[in-house]
């Protein structure tokens, strides 16, 4: 055994608050292999196994050297929660349209954490039918769904949004079946009395107008509309300059011409030049590290 590897393990672990278990894992390894290697007990490759501890610290020192990019409160962000706010406070049907990258899934999650016992978000997945809706919702309102009818279930769903100040989020809510779509306006906000935000693509608007979907009930019941464009470049700036505040307009310039109005992939550009940054040890962001963190970005189809 090389002492100096296991006082890595040892010391990387509690620095960065992980457990064995968890490094384990992230080394491929079960727990048990690494508590026999701790041990002084471990009958295996230990050349090979001290290879992948001293990889993994490098991993997670990298990791918590970067800076993360933080969540900060752009002009659509604030648009977006103030729309899940009003549908909110005033038990209304709010529909929030942008493209994927816009940041909206991010600003859901902010809104969750700002109210987090009257906030309920479902991460709406393909196919999803009312069946799975409801019993999503049930679970994260603590009802029990172990042999549970599917009619008593959204009667006790209903009554316990009805009792409290909720609102539910659809996130990625093109995603549901048509049906279910229209259930949920039923569920939340006709039977459970409280606020319902649909969040997802553009095409989700032109599902709900659809007259072949029939969706004229709930159509009639959005009172807040929100369609959002992309990152704008002030929103850019401000995301930037939380991360390098000495940034100047070219450093902005070269990051947004590649990732467009894309939220995520400004941000994705950002997180990558951190690395090259570590990896190089440069101190400030210069043209040639953000042209370098761009290469391996796809590049979007903007219309």
């Not at 509309?225 to 002030?234: D, H, I, T, V, Y």
């Not at 997180?271 to 761009?294: H, P």
Request: hydrophobic share 45%; with cysteine.
């Amino acid at each position: 055994m090389n002492l100096k590897v296991k006082e890595l393990l040892e010391n990387t672990a509690a620095r960065h608050e992980i457990s064995f278990s968890q490094a384990a894992r992230e080394m491929g390894y079960t727990g048990s292999v690494l508590s026999a290697y701790r041990s002084g007990t471990y009958t295996g490759d230990t050349e090979k196994l001290e290879n992948a501890i001293t990889a993994w610290a490098a991993r997670v020192e990298m990791s918590h050297a970067r800076k993360k990019v933080p969540v900060v409160e752009t002009g659509d962000l604030k648009r977006i929660v103030n729309a899940i706010g009003l549908a909110h406070t005033e038990k209304d049907i709010a529909l929030i349209v942008a493209d994927a990258g816009a940041g909206k899934s991010t600003s859901i999650k902010y809104y969750q954490e700002k109210n987090p016992r009257t906030t309920l978000v479902v991460n709406v997945v393909s196919g999803m039918n009312r069946k799975m809706l409801v019993t999503d919702i049930a679970k994260q309102l603590g009802i029990d769904t172990v042999r549970v009818q599917l009619s008593v279930l959204i009667q006790q769903v209903a009554e316990t949004l009805a009792a409290h100040n909720m609102v539910v989020i659809l996130d990625e809510a093109d995603y549901l079946k048509p049906d279910a779509l229209e259930f949920t306006r039923r569920l939340v906000y006709d039977l459970g009395k409280s606020g319902l935000v649909l969040v997802g693509l553009p095409r989700l608007k032109g599902f709900i107008q659809n007259l072949r979907n029939d969706h004229r009930q709930l159509e009639s019941r959005i009172g807040v509309f929100l369609p959002l464009g992309g990152l704008p470049k002030a929103d850019a700036k401000i995301i930037l300059k939380a991360v390098w505040e000495d940034a100047d307009s070219e450093i902005l310039d070269a990051i947004y011409n590649v990732a467009k109005t894309d939220t995520r992939q400004f941000c994705k550009v950002i997180e990558r030049a951190q690395n090259t940054m570590l990896v190089n040890k440069i101190s400030k962001v210069d043209l040639a590290t953000i042209e370098m963190a761009s290469q391996l970005i796809i590049k979007r189809n903007w219309r």
